[in-house]
């Protein structure tokens, strides 16, 4: 009997790019939502494999942050039935998931949105993959109060392939 060659779903080899070792560069608001302007920028590292046959990854990130270091991950799933990849975030400093983000990629660009909790605030929160290359990306973060009208960009990562 022969194995029949079987593609993977479209869509799902997305984050392929994502896999290996990342120098990471944090732009970061310093508090959200109140119209502050003043940006911390710190330096980390990421570290992202794939699991389960290529279904999803995970990757591990130290995030240098002026206010102290910390340690945080990153599982990502695809849904074949509905061609939708899963964002879930999880804090060291408070280990347990945050609601997923939920999306996709269009033209080399990836935009993934959730709802979530700030400050006992119903917010929408947005995840944006861009100027994907071989050796590089960036991520940004943005929150909204009002539904998707308007959106506050707060935390932005550019992100650098490590030479083996």
Not at 13 to 27: A, L, M, P
Not at 46 to 53: E, F, Q, S, T, V
Not at 92 to 98: F, S, V
Request: net charge negative.
């Amino acid at each position: 009997m022969t194995a029949l060659a079987v593609s993977p779903p479209s869509g799902s080899r997305d984050f392929d790019f994502i896999h290996g070792s990342w120098t990471v560069h944090h732009r970061k608001l310093r508090k959200r939502l109140v119209g502050d302007d003043v940006w911390d920028e710190f330096d980390g590292t990421m570290n992202a494999r794939a699991i389960l046959a290529g279904g999803g990854n995970f990757d591990e990130n130290v995030l240098n942050d002026p206010q102290g270091t910390y340690r945080a991950c990153t599982v990502r799933m695809f849904d074949p039935s509905s061609a939708l990849w899963m964002i879930y975030w999880i804090d060291g400093r408070h280990p347990r998931p945050d609601p997923p983000v939920v999306g996709s990629f269009m033209s080399g660009r990836g935009v993934f949105v959730g709802n979530d909790v700030i400050d006992e605030r119903k917010i929408l929160i947005r995840f944006i993959w861009s100027e994907i290359a071989g050796n590089a990306a960036r991520w940004e973060q943005a929150f909204s109060i009002d539904e998707g009208n308007m959106w506050e960009t707060n935390w932005i990562m550019n992100f650098a392939r490590q030479q083996a």
